[in-house]
C-alpha cells in the first residue's frame, strides 16, 4: 500500500511553484487558510490543517482555481461560513466547493489517494449531498473533456511522476458512488 506523506506533497508543491509563484505549502496546527505574503512572511503560503494529506490536497486545489488577483487575498477572498451551517448556507457552500473538490479528486487520483467528498457540516442543519456529488463527478467530467488548467495539469503530472500511477485521465476511474 502508497504511503502518503505531507512532507512529499510539500517538497512536490514547492518543487512546481514556489519559484514561480512565491507560494509555499505549510503544514498548520488549526484551520486551514490562506495568507499572501506580509512584511513577516516574504512569501504566499497555503496552511493545512493538523498534517492531513486530504487537508493538504484540499487547499492547493483552491489555490490552483484562485486567479492572479484573488492570489493576492487572505483565503483567496471567498466567503466561508465555518461547520454549523442552516440548509442554505450549506446549498452556497456546497456551489462554490464543485471545481475545488473536483482539482482535489483528480489530484488524489494522481497520488493513489482515496477521496472523499466534504461537506464539511458535520453540525449544522442535515442537508443530502447527491446533487453536490454529482455536480463534483460532473465537473471532473468536464475537466477531463476540456483539458486541465496549466498549474492543475504541472502538479497533476508531479503527483503521478512521484507515485508511478497513470498520466493519462480516464473519467472511469472516477466512480460517484464511492465519494
Partial sequence: MQQHRYEDL????????????????????DEPIYLPSDQQRLYHAIF????????????ISHW?????ERRLLEDFGYWYR?????????AEFERVEVKPQATEWM??????????????NLNGEPTDNTAF??????????????GLPTRTARLRAALCDFYQTPHQLD????????I
Fill in 133 to 146: 456529488k454529482r455536480a463534483v463527478h460532473q465537473q471532473v467530467g468536464r475537466y477531463i473533456e476540456q
Fill in 10 to 29: 510539500i517538497a512536490l508543491f514547492d518543487q512546481c511553484f514556489f519559484e514561480e509563484f512565491n507560494t509555499r505549502l505549510v503544514k498548520g496546527d
Fill in 64 to 68: 490552483l482555481i484562485a486567479g492572479a
Fill in 107 to 120: 489530484l488524489a487520483d494522481a497520488a493513489g489517494f482515496r477521496f472523499r467528498v466534504s461537506s464539511d
Fill in 48 to 59: 493545512f490543517a493538523h498534517g492531513f494529506y486530504s487537508s493538504a490536497l484540499h487547499e
Fill in 171 to 178: 473519467f472511469s476511474r472516477f466512480n460517484r458512488e464511492s
Fill in 82 to 90: 465555518p461547520d454549523g451551517r442552516t440548509a442554505m448556507e450549506q
